[in-house]
């Protein structure tokens, strides 16, 4: 079982940065796949990044590749997500989310969600 709880959302101007942080519980982080979905209300979840369990493969949706990096810390037991340049059609919920496979991962199969962290980006 893990447990997952974002911070760091809030409300930006387009152009600007945030970075989102998902701290899991248990000692067994390292061995699962992490990713970051976001959804807005009334649209499906969206995959927007994932992560290998040893942080050397990333996967990214193009919409925002080259914008937001997803990276990970074992020893916190924490993962990222850097968004830079962030537009107006990046607001949602975001939510981050953990699977034991890489292949999961590809198929967007995640086990374990956290509650959410609402991003504004204002125009």
């Known amino acids: 079982q893990v447990q997952l709880v974002e911070s760091g959302g809030g409300l930006v101007q387009a152009g600007g940065s945030l970075r989102l942080s998902c701290v899991a519980s248990g000692r067994t982080f390292s061995s699962y796949c992490m990713g970051w979905f976001r959804q807005v209300t009334g649209k499906e979840r969206e995959f927007v990044a994932g992560i290998s369990h040893n942080g050397v493969s990333t996967d990214y949706s193009d919409s925002v590749k080259g914008r937001f990096t997803i990276s990970r810390d074992n020893a916190k037991n924490t993962v990222y997500l850097q968004m830079d340049s962030l537009k107006p059609e990046d607001t949602a919920v975001y939510y981050c989310?953990?699977?034991?496979?890489?292949?999961?991962?590809?198929?967007?199969?995640?086990?374990?969600w956290g509650q959410g962290t609402q991003v504004t980006v204002s125009s």
């Open positions: 989310a953990a699977v034991s496979s890489w292949l999961s991962l590809s198929r967007r199969e995640f086990d374990y």
